[in-house]
Structure formats: structure tokens, C-alpha cells
């Protein structure tokens, strides 16, 4: 039988990338990789197999969509950040089983899910940043979900998170299961980022004192509370994703009837006006 080992909301900054390099931005992002690494290290401890990444840069305009090849290779360039993210190596195995259980359930609770294994079907930076710094050896497996959703309901990432734990717990892998994405998501616009040293800065004080106070009462475990304020959340601070991926790891975790905590790994930081974290949640 199957587990969830470590479930976790991850950052995916591509400055992540420009902290390894020399240069001005050298060192950067330093606690932010070792949280990734970290939290890896604490998934292995636990026996942790396969990562199900739920990637708020796949998006997607239609049902859910799971990536389920058995193998994955390719060298990444990002079309969004191209002089951030170019040229990066990688290669992981798959889990095609749970992906396509994954699917499976989801679509026996009416939400519609496909999962795909098309060789020409690539991961997206949400899920290669973090297993650049969890996963170099390649040595877990990697399911990826479509957590960038466009025309989805709060409810329908629910149950797919829901089918996401179910059918882990069917199958016969142990899961760190990762949200990968931001808290507030306002991108500095163009004409401001310069001005604003925009790498190291929020654009809104707002999304800042609200990143924080969610980030407080995860900690407090008052999930139910943070859940109420979920839909109002994403849309004021402009969550990345619709933070469906959030709502997916809240379906799995059991949603308002979770009892656990979040644990920050690491600190808190703003990153080109958005706010990002590194939080593992109590199984």
C-alpha cells in the first residue's frame, strides 16, 4: 500500500538558477535551495520513491491533465524567463502506474482527468527548478499535474487532490507530493521592475502582510480558516496558478478536515513582487 511521505508548498524561482552562477545575483537564493534539499532529504528518510509534482507553470485550458511518461530527458530553455532558465539538463524516470491511477480517480469523482505518456510532452520549470535541487541524481520518480488552470473551480482541485491521495495510498509508492508554486503572484510590471530592484522586492505591501498572516496560521494549523479565505486569497493577491496546486495539496491532505501544521523551511522572501516559501505540512 501506498503513502504520501512528505507533502510540502515549494518554490520554483528561476533565480534559483542565477544563484549557482557567478555574477551579481551569486548566492542569492542560497536558503531557498537548501530548503529544496532539505525537504528531499526528508522525503528519502521517510522512503519516498516517487515525486507528484503539481506544477503551476503547465497550463492548461480544458479538464486536468497528468504527464505519466516512463522516462524524461531534455534540455529546457524557459519561454517566459529565456535569459533565466536556458540550456538546463535533466533527466528522471516516471511512474506511469500512478499517473494513470491518478486519472483514474479523478475522473470516477466527475472530474475529468487525462493522463498522458507522449514522448514529445515535456516538463514545465514548476517541476524542474525543485528536482533540479531534490532529485540530481535522478533516482526518484516523477509524475507531473497540470496546476496551472485557467477555467477550473477551487472544488474540482479539491477532489483531484483528493484522487491524488487515494491513489497513492492504491498503489505501491511511497509520494513526496510537492505544490509548486508562489503565495502572491503580482509580477512587478515592466516599466516598474528596475525601479523598484525588482529581484529582491514585493510589488504589493498588501500581498506581503497577507503571504504572512497565511503563512501564520498554517503554522497554527488553523487550516479551516486559511481554507474560507482560499478563493478571495488567490484572486486579491493574484495566487500563481489560481493556486489550484495549493487547493490539490489541500484535497489530499484531508481539506478542512486536516489536523496538521505547516513547518517554514528556511525563510519567507519576496522575489520579482511575488512572495515565495518553502513550507513541509505534518502527516
Known sequence: MGEIVLAAKVTHVPTMLLSEQPGKLEGCRQQAIDGHKEIARRAREAGADTVVVIDTHWLVNAGYHVNSNAHFKGSFTSHEFPHFIQNMEYEYSGNPALGDLIAEKATEKGVFTLSHQVETLSLEYGTLVPMRYMNPEGDLKV???????????????????EAIREAIEASDSKVMLLASGSLSHRIWDNDDYEANNGTFTISKEFNRQVDLRVLDLWQQGEIDTFLKMLPDYSECCSGEGGMHDTAMLF????????????????????????GQVNVVFSL
Open 143 to 161: 509524475v507531473s499535474v497540470a496546476g496551472w488552470c485557467t477555467v477550473h473551480s477551487i472544488e474540482s482541485s479539491r477532489k483531484l487532490g
Open 251 to 274: 484535497g489530499a491532505l484531508g481539506w478542512d478536515q486536516y489536523q496538521g501544521k505547516g513547518e517554514i523551511i528556511g525563510e519567507y522572501f519576496p522575489s520579482s513582487g511575488t
